[in-house]
């Protein structure tokens, strides 16, 4: 088993434990403490989805900022496995997970987000398919939070609030105009 901190908040320095699966790559500390810092260290009263689960690293680390609720998707079931396990480990009340693919459950109406997270596979295409089916899921100031092998640009419907580097990962928060017609 391989092992992630969160790194702020009421969790701060506990431990998620995850498999060792291929593709498989935690946030890394660095990078999500510099996103928290973006959004704000407290997310009390947020909503936020975490669709590309993976080790729960930035889940678990909004959970523990004062998400109000918090959905973490994850289509790989020994992941997903690990997902539950360490939701009854640290007694997550507001977590709730579903077992399924992220761009799946994108399709469908899932309520209103404030913050988003897309960490799907460096290797796949998901980032062009997901904004779009998000923009209907995203509360009036919603963010998403996108992170990827490469720059990523999105169509110019998403404006680019904030960007960064970290070694080989890109990272940036988008707020979508489309957003403040839902509210």
């Not at 088993?1 to 009421?10: A, E």
């Not at 660095?30 to 973006?38: P, Y």
């Not at 399924?100 to 398919?129: M, R, T, W």
């Not at 998403?144 to 970290?166: I, N």
Request: with cysteine.
């Amino acid at each position: 088993m391989n092992r992630v901190r969160i790194i702020g908040g009421s969790h701060r320095s506990r431990w998620v434990e995850f498999p060792d699966e291929e593709g498989l790559r935690p946030t890394p500390d660095r990078v999500r403490e510099t996103l928290f810092n973006w959004l704000g260290q407290n997310l009390s009263g947020r909503r936020c989805l975490d669709l590309f689960a993976g080790s729960g690293a930035l889940g678990f680390e909004a959970m523990s900022r004062g998400a109000i609720e918090v959905v973490m998707v994850e289509r790989n079931r020994t992941v997903f496995r690990a997902l539950q396990e360490s939701t009854l480990k640290l007694a997550c009340t507001n977590v709730l997970l579903r077992c399924e693919d992220g761009l799946k459950f994108a399709h469908h109406k899932n309520g209103l987000f404030d913050v988003i997270f897309l960490d799907p596979p460096f290797q796949s295409d998901y980032l062009p398919k997901l904004l779009p089916l998000l923009v209907d899921q995203l509360t009036q100031d919603g963010l998403v939070y996108v992170e990827s092998g490469e720059v990523f640009e999105p169509d110019p419907a998403w404006q680019v609030v904030r960007h960064a580097k970290s070694g080989t990962v890109h990272y940036q928060l988008l707020r979508c105009e489309g957003a403040l017609e839902h509210d």
